[in-house]
């Protein structure tokens, strides 16, 4: 069975906690979608989000530790790591939990990785080596062939048991979490160094959703900020909008249905939010 582990920032650090709660609610459709129900879901928050529906698959893990009151890319990525550990760890109550998978609160992923985890439980796991880059309201999204995993915190399904002991060893070495992103970029390298070395997933895995207000890094407007006065970094930081652009694709109706992908600014004038017998109102 795949768990995935959903880190929720408090509401003391976000901007805007229905902005938060509207991400999260369409992060946990997209998880929620999975075509085997061979799936649970842990959010490990400091606070409950406000929710339109009810998720049978889905626990949430309440933390008591302070929250930084406000985020930087520092505290927020330690906060963040902090919470995937306790989930991490909690998912080995899980019975039986074969695999983990760390998504972001705003992210959407595959309806088809729960399935995919069934049919090969004995892997050691995947790294997301493709996948979607998508901003809210676009019709357009940018399918990234390779690279996927170095840009998005959603990348990584691990085999339970080696989560487990990667934890223990951290512990056990008094590293501090969130220094080198130890759950992002450095789970493959340090499975890589066990000899348990993850696979590149053979299809395109999550999307990665920018520019939604909440997002830690990859702000548009916090980039444009740190380098309005250097000339060459500007060309390409608009050279590089030109090409996504101009590389995106449509988003097709069949991608809306794998990903559960819509878009948050339309929840506000009505109910956009696509009803799942798996989602219970």
Not at 59 to 72: C, Y
Not at 99 to 117: P, R, T, W
Not at 227 to 237: A, C, E, G, N
Not at 250 to 257: D, E, R
């Amino acid at each position: 069975m795949l768990v995935f582990v959903i880190p929720l920032k408090s509401r003391v650090a976000s901007k805007s906690w229905e902005t938060v709660s509207n991400l999260l609610e369409r992060t946990l459709q997209s998880v929620c979608n999975q075509t085997s129900p061979d799936f649970q879901v842990i959010v490990v928050c400091h606070d409950r989000p406000n929710l339109q529906h009810n998720y049978p698959k889905v626990e949430f893990l309440d933390v008591n530790f302070t929250p930084p009151s406000r985020l930087t890319p520092s505290s927020g990525m330690a906060d963040q790591e902090r919470k995937l550990r306790i989930g991490a760890d909690h998912a080995s109550t899980i019975a039986p939990a074969s695999h983990l998978m760390f998504v972001d609160a705003d992210d959407c992923v595959s309806s088809n990785l729960a399935e995919f985890v069934k049919q090969h439980q004995h892997c050691h796991g995947w790294f997301l080596d493709q996948g979607y880059e998508y901003q809210d309201g676009n019709p357009r999204l940018k399918h990234r062939k390779q690279g996927f995993s170095k840009i998005c915190g959603t990348s990584n399904i691990v085999r339970a048991d080696l989560i487990h002991q990667y934890i223990e060893d951290l512990q056990l070495l008094e590293t501090r979490f969130a220094e080198k992103r130890l759950f992002h970029t450095e789970i493959a390298k340090a499975m890589q160094a066990r000899a348990t070395p993850l696979s590149p997933l053979p299809f395109p895995g999550a999307v990665y959703i920018t520019d939604n207000s909440e997002n830690l890094e990859n702000q548009s407007t916090l980039v444009l900020q740190q380098i309005r006065s250097q000339p060459v970094k500007l060309t390409k930081f608009y050279a590089m909008k030109l090409y996504k652009r101009l590389a995106a694709q449509p988003l097709t109706h069949a991608l809306q249905q794998e990903f559960k992908l819509y878009s948050i600014a339309a929840i506000g004038s009505a109910q956009r939010i696509t009803t799942d017998p798996r989602v219970q109102q």
